[in-house]
């Protein structure tokens, strides 16, 4: 996962801001898992975990998977994608001047 622009990175420090999304994080660093799995091992109600799974996929921090397990079963697995957030001021400056680049380009463009 690359993230390349300042939007992206706005929407992925939201995502990570919140404690239940860390704990889905740590939950899924050493193997894949389950939606059930992490229902008991979170202690979080199915619908508030699909509500942070789907945020984290949104990202590109994680991705679902529907397998067919014992019985034709069928299962969600959840894994983690691989990915890195390196951030220091140099970079944010420098997003920030491309951001703003591309807003006098579009004025320029547009007027």
Request: with cysteine; hydrophobic share 35%.
């Amino acid at each position: 996962m690359m993230t390349k622009t300042l939007d992206e990175i706005i929407n992925l420090c939201g995502t990570l801001s919140n404690k239940h999304r860390l704990c889905i994080i740590a939950a899924l660093s050493e193997k894949r898992k389950y939606t059930s799995e992490l229902t008991r091992e979170l202690e979080l109600s199915r619908p508030l975990l699909y509500l942070h799974l789907r945020n984290l996929e949104e990202v590109g921090i994680l991705k679902g998977k529907t397998e067919l397990g014992k019985g034709n079963r069928a299962r969600r697995y959840y894994e983690l994608c691989d990915f890195e957030l390196c951030l220091n001021g140099k970079k944010i400056k420098e997003m920030l001047e491309n951001e703003e680049k591309k807003v006098k380009q579009r004025a320029v463009v547009e007027g």
